[in-house]
């Protein structure tokens, strides 16, 4: 099928790659003329494993394309994926807006019966908005619409989109339904096909589920560390109830760092508030995950105490390994925290993620983990990267004084947790 790809940041361009790669034609668009540029020669505007080499697999085989112009990008085009990342604010607000304001600007180029299909995260009703503006602005174009939750795993998003679990798909009738299963059909059969406002509604339920249970089972962590239980054996111990589940999202840990979870839970409150709907559980979830995002902070305070002028290791800076991306990280947050408490910040990543501006002068980068831990009075494990497993313990504890503490919330690195030399500190160990 011939497929126009609308918005080429993380999302985008993981799904030009991976159709191009199963072979269809595809002509990623997107205002941004540095960016196509970059993608035309194989450069994607963000770190993602195997992404690069897929781009340029499709480049040389000449079945994706990049273009910045609307008429070359659509041409014939059978089906129009929107897949622009929703921006949202330091307090998880998406501008949905400018999503519309960038569809608007190629729908008048668009074939009769194309398919617009919308990966955005958008509140529920958005697609009714769509196909409202659609019989206004071009009533006889006669396009369709319909919706797709993305799926994007950072770090994983090649292997998820092509060998997904499931797909939901939202269509308004059959013959659409026709179409989008040729597009999948290299990808997967397991296609769960609904009305679309139940599959925009399927994302801010699951989303929000998901936060739910993180918070959750951290608020369970919270009361362990004081009554001296541990949570990860009180997780065994949820996941071994059948009503429950091995695979339920109930790992004690860190604070969900906003983003994609946040801004569906803020969907569903804006929903409830505007039509005077009371959903306590819902409005409790960040509120519940802000109060969390304090542990570090707690713990730092009761171990250490004052840190002006005290030097801290903090190893992982990006939302999650695998990526170069500093937006919504926890890590940053914490990061922040610290200067602001005084404290002289020593950062490392194994990825090439450019530093805030903010921090320039004020928060020293090194080349190796161990560099960081040179004179530091603790480490807190930021981010989830392998290359911190292979540090041996050895290494650290002749790098740093007995009784050095490091703080892991989600006991990415517990072998240090059976050093003497070390004082481990993991979220629901008291």
């Given at each position: 099928?011939?497929?126009?790809?609308?918005?080429?940041?993380?999302?985008?361009?993981?799904?030009?790659?991976?159709?191009?790669?199963?072979?269809?034609?595809?002509?990623?668009?997107?205002?941004?003329?540095?960016?196509?540029?970059?993608?035309?020669?194989?450069?994607?505007?963000?770190?993602?494993?195997?992404?690069?080499?897929?781009?340029?697999?499709?480049?040389?085989?000449?079945?994706?394309?990049?273009?910045?112009?609307?008429?070359?990008?659509?041409?014939?085009?059978?089906?129009?994926?929107?897949?622009?990342?929703?921006?949202?604010?330091?307090?998880?607000?998406a501008?949905?807006d400018?999503?519309?304001?960038?569809?608007?600007?190629?729908?008048?180029?668009?074939?009769?019966?194309?398919?617009?299909?919308?990966?955005?995260?958008?509140?529920?009703?958005?697609?009714?908005?769509?196909?409202?503006?659609?019989?206004?602005?071009?009533?006889?174009?006669?396009?369709?619409?319909?919706?797709?939750?993305?799926?994007?795993r950072?770090?994983?998003?090649?292997?998820?989109?092509l060998?997904?679990?499931?797909?939901?798909?939202?269509v308004?009738?059959?013959?659409?339904?026709?179409?989008?299963?040729?597009?999948f059909?290299?990808?997967?059969?397991?296609?769960?096909?609904?009305?679309?406002?139940?599959?925009?509604?399927?994302?801010?339920?699951?989303?929000?589920?998901?936060?739910?249970?993180?918070?959750f089972?951290?608020?369970?962590?919270?009361?362990?560390?004081?009554?001296?239980?541990?949570?990860?054996?009180?997780?065994?111990?949820?996941?071994s109830?059948?009503?429950?589940?091995?695979?339920?999202?109930?790992?004690?840990?860190?604070?969900?760092?906003?983003?994609?979870?946040?801004?569906?839970?803020?969907?569903?409150?804006?929903?409830?508030?505007?039509?005077?709907?009371?959903?306590?559980l819902?409005?409790?979830?960040?509120?519940?995950?802000d109060?969390?995002?304090?542990?570090?902070?707690?713990?730092?305070?009761?171990?250490?105490?004052?840190?002006?002028?005290?030097?801290?290791?903090?190893?992982?800076?990006?939302?999650?390994?695998?990526?170069?991306?500093?937006?919504?990280?926890?890590?940053?947050?914490?990061?922040?925290?610290?200067?602001?408490?005084?404290?002289q910040?020593?950062?490392?990543d194994?990825?090439?993620?450019?530093?805030?501006?903010?921090?320039?002068?004020?928060?020293?980068?090194?080349e190796?983990?161990?560099?960081?831990?040179?004179?530091?009075?603790?480490?807190?494990?930021?981010?989830?990267?392998?290359?911190?497993?292979?540090?041996?313990?050895?290494?650290?504890?002749?790098?740093?004084?007995?009784g050095f503490?490091?703080?892991?919330?989600?006991?990415?690195?517990?072998?240090?947790?059976?050093?003497?030399?070390?004082?481990?500190?993991s979220?629901?160990?008291?």
């Amino acid at each position: 099928m011939k497929v126009c790809v609308q918005g080429l940041w993380h999302l985008g361009t993981v799904t030009a790659g991976c159709l191009a790669s199963v072979g269809h034609d595809v002509t990623g668009l997107d205002f941004d003329i540095q960016t196509i540029r970059n993608l035309q020669h194989g450069i994607p505007p963000i770190s993602e494993p195997g992404l690069s080499s897929l781009i340029e697999k499709g480049l040389h085989r000449g079945n994706l394309k990049f273009a910045s112009k609307v008429e070359d990008a659509v041409n014939d085009a059978q089906v129009l994926w929107v897949t622009y990342d929703t921006p949202v604010d330091e307090n998880d607000q998406a501008d949905v807006d400018f999503v519309f304001q960038q569809i608007n600007k190629v729908l008048p180029f668009l074939n009769s019966n194309t398919i617009v299909l919308v990966s955005s995260q958008m509140p529920v009703g958005s697609i009714k908005q769509l196909e409202d503006i659609a019989l206004t602005e071009c009533p006889d174009k006669n396009l369709s619409f319909a919706y797709s939750p993305e799926n994007l795993r950072l770090g994983k998003a090649l292997e998820v989109f092509l060998d997904p679990d499931r797909v939901i798909i939202g269509v308004r009738g059959s013959e659409d339904r026709l179409a989008l299963s040729k597009l999948f059909e290299e990808i997967t059969d397991n296609i769960a096909y609904m009305g679309v406002e139940s599959a925009e509604m399927t994302k801010h339920a699951i989303n929000a589920f998901l936060g739910m249970s993180i918070t959750f089972i951290n608020e369970v962590a919270a009361i362990c560390e004081i009554v001296g239980a541990d949570a990860r054996e009180v997780e065994v111990g949820l996941k071994s109830e059948t009503r429950i589940g091995p695979a339920a999202y109930l790992s004690p840990g860190a604070a969900f760092s906003g983003g994609t979870l946040a801004r569906d839970i803020r969907f569903l409150q804006k929903v409830g508030s505007t039509n005077k709907l009371i959903n306590p559980l819902i409005a409790a979830v960040v509120k519940s995950n802000d109060e969390h995002k304090k542990w570090i902070q707690r713990r730092m305070r009761l171990v250490i105490g004052d840190l002006r002028g005290k030097r801290v290791a903090v190893w992982g800076l990006t939302y999650k390994p695998g990526t170069s991306t500093l937006r919504r990280s926890l890590s940053v947050e914490t990061c922040n925290w610290l200067r602001d408490q005084g404290a002289q910040v020593i950062v490392h990543d194994p990825s090439e993620c450019e530093l805030p501006d903010n921090w320039v002068n004020e928060v020293e980068r090194v080349e190796t983990p161990l560099e960081a831990l040179q004179g530091v009075c603790a480490l807190i494990i930021g981010t989830q990267w392998p290359d911190y497993q292979t540090v041996s313990l050895q290494d650290i504890q002749n790098t740093t004084e007995r009784g050095f503490p490091v703080f892991d919330s989600n006991r990415f690195l517990s072998t240090l947790d059976a050093s003497p030399a070390i004082s481990y500190f993991s979220v629901g160990v008291g």
